[in-house]
C-alpha cells in the first residue's frame, strides 16, 4: 500500500522554525522526485520547493528560508522552514512524482500555522 505521512505540523510565532516530515512507504522512493507545495484558505496549491534528478530548486517566496532535504534510507523527506512569516500558514502537503512510471503520490497535508 502506497503511502506518504506527513508530520511536524503546528503553530509557531513569526520568525520561528518547524520541520516538516514526510515518511514514504509502498513504492521505491529513491526513484521518485520529492516535491512540497501548500494550500492557503481560498487559494490554489503552489508549489513550495523540489529535489529533482539532478537539481534542488525553491519558489522565490520561500528562497533563503525553507530547505528541502531527503534521506533515502529512511524513505524520509524533510522541508525545514526558518524565518517564517504569516504568509506562509498553509496546509503543506509532500509530493513523491516518477514522471517516467506516470506515478504521483501525496501526502495527506499537515497544518502550519504563523501567528503572535
Known amino acids: 500500500q502506497v503511502q506518504l505521512v506527513e508530520s511536524g505540523g503546528g503553530l509557531v510565532q513569526p520568525g520561528g522554525s518547524l520541520r516538516l516530515s514526510c515518511v514514504a512507504s509502498g513504492f521505491t522512493f529513491s526513484r521518485f522526485v520529492i516535491r512540497w507545495y501548500r494550500q492557503a484558505p481560498g487559494n490554489e496549491r503552489e508549489w513550495v520547493a523540489g529535489i529533482g534528478y539532478t537539481s534542488t530548486t525553491y519558489a522565490d517566496s520561500v528562497k533563503g528560508r525553507f530547505t528541502i ?38 501526502g495527506q497535508g499537515t497544518q502550519v500555522t504563523v501567528s503572535s
Open 69 to 106: 532535504s531527503r534521506d533515502n534510507a529512511k524513505n524520509t523527506m524533510y522541508l525545514q522552514m526558518n524565518s517564517l512569516k504569516f504568509e506562509d500558514t498553509a496546509v503543506y502537503y509532500c509530493n513523491a512524482w516518477a514522471p517516467e512510471y506516470n506515478n504521483e503520490y501525496w
